[in-house]
């Protein structure tokens, strides 16, 4: 997979170097990294990479389109390599877990705009809000328990 990497960053003419790789290697096996665990990652492997040049590496491999920031609401950025596809998130209110959702109907961008002011819309942004099942597993014995306290 690193032939794959280098391939990826040879063809945005970005330099080859670990930490590139390191960042493009824990995105791929861990989608919606925040910087901190990116870090952690990275540093797991090379312990010499600075967080610094962590955030370097996120930055350049963002502009170079090699890597997708999401930043949902109320919550810290996360990163992910799975990009120019236009697909979508699902966010749990609960635990922050987030999940891929893949664009309902349609081509890129998957929704039209009902008035784009003259923009040329070339991508739609949509987060899906709710509880993933491990947060709704636990918190079904809480309910039960307090809603039969208060009859």
């Not at 922050?96 to 109907?105: E, F, P």
């Not at 809000?129 to 309910?143: K, N, S, V």
Request: proline share 5%.
């Amino acid at each position: 997979m690193t032939s794959d990497f280098e391939a990826q960053l040879r063809a945005v003419s970005l330099r080859v170097t670990r930490p590139r790789l390191a960042v493009l290697a824990a995105l791929r096996d861990h989608p919606h990294l925040g910087t901190d665990a990116v870090i952690a990652l990275v540093r797991a492997g090379h312990p010499t990479v600075s967080h610094q040049a962590v955030y370097d590496v996120l930055r350049v491999l963002t502009d170079a389109g090699l890597v997708r920031r999401i930043q949902p609401a109320g919550a810290t950025a996360r990163y992910e390599s799975r990009v120019a596809d236009n697909h979508h998130h699902v966010v749990c209110r609960s635990c922050g877990a987030i999940a891929d959702v893949d664009c309902a109907v349609g081509h890129a961008p998957c929704l039209t705009a009902s008035g784009d002011h003259g923009f040329v819309v070339d991508e739609a942004e949509v987060v899906y809000w709710g509880t993933c099942p491990e947060c709704a597993t636990e918190r079904t014995p809480q309910r039960s328990a307090s809603s039969e306290g208060s009859t």
